[in-house]
């Protein structure tokens, strides 16, 4: 964290093999700027543990007994949408990555990554922002680019400068960025940006992504971002 006293991100770590929770935990709850508020070992008790403890971060891995981490998800969500899903997978398939975060997750990383990757995903995923994997990035790009079949016209809900905004979105320019390229206020931005996803009914940045490149806008950006 920036400020030295600023609120540590609370995080919920879920994950059915009782080696791999005891390492995570280890990792993050010796890292300055987090705090690990619960565990859970099976999607149920993820869902239950949202309630309880009201993280800002779940740390989500899929293959869980009971009903699977997207499932868990797309429930934690629904329940709590200021809650982050974090997926931290073996998987990086296109079904899983997907359908993740069609669920609502707002990011997904492999379990393979190191410390200060995923310590730095957790807290991005924190603040808002997506957050892919490398190798998960480019299954998506790749996935999107196979299968995208783009309605004619795409979006007519949306005004031309929500548009414009959404095709940055999708480029994977943050709002920042985005508003330095149109030379607006961050604050005009996250407002359109809101609007934007309500519109489309997306939970989220990810989702949008994903919605927005199937439709064939952002995926030609030559050098964006």
């Known amino acids: 964290m920036s400020a030295?006293?600023?609120?540590?991100v609370r995080v919920l770590l879920v994950d059915d093999h009782p080696v791999f929770l005891e390492g995570l935990?280890?990792?993050v709850a010796h890292a300055s700027g987090f705090e690990v508020v619960g565990e859970a070992s099976s999607g149920e008790e993820a869902?239950?543990?949202?309630?309880e403890y009201l993280p800002d971060v779940v740390v989500m891995d899929l293959n869980l007994p009971g009903i699977n981490g997207i499932e868990a998800t797309r429930r934690i969500v629904a329940?709590?949408?200021?809650?982050?899903?974090?997926?931290?997978?073996?998987?990086?398939d296109d079904a899983s990555v997907v359908s993740a975060l069609r669920a609502g997750a707002g990011?997904?990383?492999?379990?393979?990554?190191?410390?200060?990757?995923?310590?730095r995903a957790i807290e991005a995923t924190a603040s808002g922002q997506a957050v892919f994997d490398p190798a998960v990035a480019r299954r998506v790009v790749g996935f999107v680019a196979a299968d995208a079949r783009p309605p004619e016209p795409a979006f007519p809900q949306l005004t031309a400068?929500?548009?414009e905004i959404l095709v940055l979105v999708a480029r994977g320019l943050t709002n920042e960025a985005i508003a330095r390229t149109l030379f607006l206020s961050v604050k005009t931005v996250r407002n359109q940006?809101?609007?934007?996803f309500a519109k489309l009914g997306v939970a989220g940045r990810p989702?949008?992504?994903?919605?927005?490149?199937?439709?064939?806008?952002?995926?030609?950006?030559?050098?964006a971002s």
């Open 207 to 223: 989702e949008a992504i994903v919605v927005a490149r199937e439709a064939g806008l952002g995926v030609s950006a030559g050098g």
């Open 79 to 92: 329940a709590h949408p200021e809650v982050r899903v974090l997926v931290l997978s073996m998987f990086e």
């Open 25 to 27: 935990r280890a990792v």
């Open 193 to 196: 940006i809101s609007t934007v």
């Open 107 to 119: 990011g997904y990383v492999l379990k393979e990554s190191r410390r200060g990757e995923l310590l």
């Open 4 to 8: 030295a006293d600023a609120r540590p």
């Open 161 to 163: 400068r929500e548009r």
């Open 47 to 51: 869902v239950e543990a949202v309630g």
